[in-house]
Every structure is written in C-alpha cells, then in structure tokens.
C-alpha cells in the first residue's frame, strides 16, 4: 500500500516557486529598436510633405541671434529631412531652416524628452 505523502502541497508549491524564479538567460524581454537618445526631432518637409534632404537647421536663445546666424548648435538635416538636438535643456527656442526653398523662422518651446516638430518649407 502506498502512503501518503504528508506536507505535499508546500512542496508543489516550492517547485513552482523556483521554476517560476528560473528566468531563461537567453530571455530578453527589453524592448528592440527604440531610440533612447532623448531630444528634439526637427523633421523639415517641402510642401508636398516629402522630407527636405540637406537642409541646414539652427537653434537659439533670439530672434536677433537666429536672424544673424548666431546659433547655440547647428545641424543638417539627414536622408529622412530630420535632425536631432540632444543638448537643449527645457525652455524657449528659435530655429532657422535654411534650405532651397527658402528661410524659415520659428519661435517653439522644448518640453525636455522626446518631441517631434514638422517644418513645412515652401
């Protein structure tokens, strides 16, 4: 005759507390493919919403800073028509797009983190 096994329900549960506990190495559960650079994304497009290769983008304190191309950082805009600014701290801001289309200033406020804005130029 076989006996019972006394205190069998805290052993099941120890055994699944470990394999619970058992984390595969090879398990990655981090996210794939995410930009954690954070800053601001200026995305210039023509009027036709196709992106603005070339394009140079500058960021400063004024407006008379900005109209004499004096800039705190100065960027090109990629095959995409975006530039990222990863030192700019919270607060108001002016940027210049210079491209064929022409100039193009604009006053924005940087919340910090990541934040898009879409330039059109015409």
Request: aromatic share 0%.
């Given at each position: 005759m076989?006996?019972?096994?006394k205190n069998f329900i805290p052993i099941v549960l120890a055994v699944i507390i470990i394999i619970a506990c058992n984390k595969n190495e090879d398990d990655n559960t981090e996210p794939k493919n995410i930009n954690t650079e954070l800053g601001l994304v200026l995305e210039i497009q023509?009027?036709?919403n196709s992106p603005v290769v070339g394009a140079t983008v500058g960021i400063s304190y004024t407006i008379s800073e900005t109209?004499?191309?004096t800039f705190i950082e100065?960027?090109?805009?990629d095959s995409?028509?975006?530039?990222?600014f990863t030192?700019?701290?919270?607060g108001d801001y002016y940027y210049k797009v210079t491209s064929t289309f022409g100039e193009n200033i604009i006053l924005f406020t940087y919340n910090g983190g990541n934040q898009t804005i879409i330039v059109q130029v015409n």
């Open positions: 076989i006996k019972p096994v023509d009027n036709s109209i004499s191309n100065s960027k090109t805009t995409e028509g975006k530039t990222v030192s700019l701290t919270k």
